[in-house]
């Protein structure tokens, strides 16, 4: 048997597609989230309070063409996971999953062993876990719902001879102490009340990532962008630290105690230099919490025009109409073979 080293220098080696996906309008989801929300609220003080926010479990049909753009921007992909609380998208009927490569993948397959943390609420415990997928290829890319291609990617872009392509810039880790922290609640549920806004303090998340990979200074800023993983690394992490993925995926809902798999899994390739970085490059964010409609509109152009390879939309419950009708004709333009 070939040297597990070389195995991962292949290029050759399959690449998957992991997208974690909630239909939070499902009424049975709703009344299980609530039931929980109350012991969750009882029990933790580092409750993120943006955790249970509604729009963190709003369907808004973002899916659809995220799987639809991975087919058509990168055909490579060899099976797109859909991680699910025993939910499936409508449209995702079983001649279409076949069609597509889409494989059904419930939290009870990634928590095998670990049923005490079910129900889980939380998008940062699921993706503690991602790599307990069954047959997960050596080499993924993992998508939130609402990230999309929007340009033709070739497996470079992500992997490059073992070694993981990541975009962001690096910043500095500034101590969270409870002054910052209690004024980081005071933002949130300001931003939330007359704003609209929901912050979910991914900075800490990344820096706490970045300081339990072994990184105590700096750390590599990442935007919302796909993530290109190494299977074994959070593998080889999680068997010399099972506390920590025990302590991690202990929480239902978000918690300012958590780091996330996925950036711990990049600065651990930083560290060991099994990293290639670059620049944010051709990423587009659209967001319907702050986006005017002029921004938006000068977005979607830029995406026409084939200026962007990574889009990510949020909040496209809170677009305006026309906004969110001319946004939707774009995509189903853009995802059309």
């Given at each position: 048997m070939?040297?597990?080293t070389?195995i991962?220098d292949?290029?050759d080696?399959?690449?998957d597609?992991v997208?974690t996906?909630?239909d939070?309008?499902d009424?049975?989801?709703?009344?299980k989230r609530?039931l929980?929300a109350?012991e969750?609220?009882?029990?933790s003080?580092s409750l993120l309070l943006?955790?249970n926010?509604?729009t963190?479990f709003?369907?808004?049909?973002?899916?659809?063409?995220?799987?639809?753009?991975?087919?058509?921007?990168?055909?490579?992909i060899?099976?797109?996971?859909i991680?699910?609380d025993h939910?499936i998208p409508?449209?995702?009927?079983?001649d279409v999953?076949k069609?597509l490569?889409v494989?059904?993948?419930?939290?009870t397959h990634l928590?095998?062993?670990y049923?005490?943390a079910l129900?889980?609420f939380n998008s940062?415990?699921?993706?503690?876990?991602i790599?307990?997928?069954?047959?997960?290829?050596?080499?993924f890319?993992y998508?939130?719902?609402?990230?999309?291609?929007?340009?033709?990617v070739?497996?470079?872009h992500f992997?490059v001879?073992?070694?993981?392509?990541l975009r962001?810039q690096w910043?500095?880790?500034a101590?969270y102490?409870?002054l910052?922290m209690?004024?980081?609640e005071v933002?949130?549920i300001t931003a939330?009340?007359?704003?609209?806004?929901?912050r979910?303090?991914n900075?800490?998340?990344?820096?706490?990532?970045?300081?339990?990979a072994?990184l105590?200074?700096?750390y590599y800023?990442?935007p919302h962008?796909?993530?290109?993983?190494?299977?074994?690394?959070?593998?080889?992490f999680?068997?010399?630290n099972?506390d920590?993925?025990?302590?991690?995926?202990?929480?239902?809902?978000?918690?300012?105690?958590?780091?996330?798999?996925?950036y711990?899994?990049?600065?651990?390739?930083i560290?060991h230099k099994n990293?290639?970085l670059k620049?944010?490059?051709?990423?587009?964010?659209?967001?319907?919490?702050?986006d005017?409609?002029?921004v938006?509109?000068?977005?979607?152009?830029?995406?026409?025009?084939?200026r962007v390879r990574?889009?990510?939309i949020?909040g496209?419950?809170?677009?305006?109409?026309?906004d969110?009708?001319l946004?939707?004709?774009s995509l189903?333009?853009?995802?059309?073979?």
């Open positions: 070939p040297a597990l070389s991962l292949s290029q080696l399959p690449i597609a997208i996906w909630v939070g309008d009424p049975a989801h709703q009344h609530g929980f109350e969750s609220v009882s029990d003080d943006t955790g926010d509604e963190r709003i369907d808004n049909g973002e899916i659809r063409f995220t799987i639809l753009s991975i087919r058509k921007f990168a055909p490579w060899r099976t797109i996971h991680v699910t939910q409508g449209f995702l009927t079983e999953r069609k490569g494989n059904i993948v419930y939290h928590f095998e062993g049923e005490w129900p889980t940062r415990t699921l993706e503690t876990a790599w307990r997928i069954p047959e997960l290829a050596p080499q890319i998508f939130n719902d609402d990230f999309l291609l929007a340009s033709p070739e497996p470079k992997f001879k073992g070694k993981v392509v962001g910043k500095s880790i101590a102490g409870p910052r209690r004024i980081n933002l949130n939330r009340r007359f704003l609209g806004i929901t979910s303090m900075l800490l998340l990344q820096t706490k990532s970045a300081q339990k072994g105590q200074k700096k800023r990442i962008v796909p993530h290109p993983i190494k299977t074994v690394t959070l593998q080889r999680f068997a010399e099972g920590d993925f025990v302590e991690n995926i202990k929480h239902r809902f978000r918690s300012t105690e958590q780091f996330s798999g996925v711990l899994a990049h600065h651990l390739e560290k990293a290639i620049g944010t490059g051709k990423i587009v964010m659209i967001n319907g919490e702050t005017i409609s002029r938006i509109r000068h977005k979607i152009q830029r995406i026409k025009r084939g990574f889009l990510c949020q496209l419950e809170r677009l305006a109409e026309t969110r009708n946004l939707h004709e189903e333009e853009l995802v059309r073979d």
